[in-house]
T-cell receptor, first 113, second 114 residues
Framework: AQSVTQPDIHITVSEGASLELRCNYSYGATPYLFWYVQSPGQGLQLLLKYFSGDTLVQGIKGFEAEFKRSQSSFNLRKPSVHWSDAAEYFCAVGGYNFNKIYFGSGTKLNVKP | DADVTQTPRNRITKTGKRIMLECSQTKGHDRMYWYRQDPGLGLRLIYYSFDVKDINKGEISDGYSVSRQAQAKFSLSLESAIPNQTALYFC?????????????FGPGTRLTVL
């Protein structure tokens, strides 16, 4: 069965520090992988996605993610966090002709001044 | 203007009442989805529709029904609301032509059932 695990429920980082949010997936074939961000009171905005090619994917707002097939992971990174990055982040997995995507339970990011 | 809109944005209702949440999109996408979000559970799929005549149950469809009135409109109904349906509800759309079927979300409807 397809599933996504985000092992960190809450993460707190200082402004200017680097960030890595973890995502592990379970899927039997080549996955399509997504990261979404949800700011307080807002809907979900797509940050980036991977479906083929270069395993390092660049997204909006300075985020990037790396697909590692051997580890079934798709971790999200940012070299320097800004206070406006405080939000909840969701990883999701789908696949070719998959018709649906499955979401992880989310990671809430707090940013300390 | 937003590509995916949801009405109402907030709703408080009482147990046993019938509620309809509406979703409209101007993206021209053929696929539409309804999710609910609960703290710590992420997003769970309620119903999805691949075109006007194709509606499918998701993982948590009990207590909900949907109507796809047109390609651009997809409504979610709670026939008799109960308190554990208190949640944040999201509509999403995707385009079957796009290989990855990326989903685009509306702003959400916060529903409280007393």
């Amino acid at each position: 069965a397809q599933s996504v695990t985000q092992p960190d429920i809450h993460i707190t980082v200082s402004e200017g520090a680097s960030l890595e949010l973890r995502c592990n997936y379970s899927y039997g074939a080549t996955p399509y992988l997504f990261w979404y961000v949800q700011s307080p009171g807002q809907g979900l905005q797509l940050l980036l996605k991977y479906f083929s090619g270069d395993t390092l994917v660049q997204g909006i707002k300075g985020f990037e993610a790396e697909f590692k097939r051997s580890q079934s992971s798709f971790n999200l990174r940012k070299p320097s966090v800004h206070w406006s990055d405080a939000a909840e982040y969701f990883c999701a997995v789908g696949g070719y002709n998959f018709n649906k995507i499955y979401f992880g339970s989310g990671t809430k990011l707090n940013v300390k001044p | 203007d937003a590509d995916v809109t949801q009405t109402p944005r907030n709703r408080i209702t009482k147990t046993g009442k019938r509620i309809m949440l509406e979703c409209s999109q101007t993206k021209g996408h053929d696929r539409m989805y309804w999710y609910r979000q609960d703290p710590g559970l992420g997003l769970r799929l309620i119903y999805y529709s691949f075109d006007v005549k194709d509606i499918n149950k998701g993982e948590i469809s009990d207590g909900y029904s949907v109507s796809r009135q047109a390609q651009a409109k997809f409504s979610l109904s709670l026939e008799s609301a109960i308190p554990n349906q208190t949640a944040l509800y999201f509509c999403a759309t995707s385009d079957s032509v796009e290989r990855t079927d990326t989903q685009y979300f509306g702003p959400g409807t916060r529903l409280t059932v007393l």
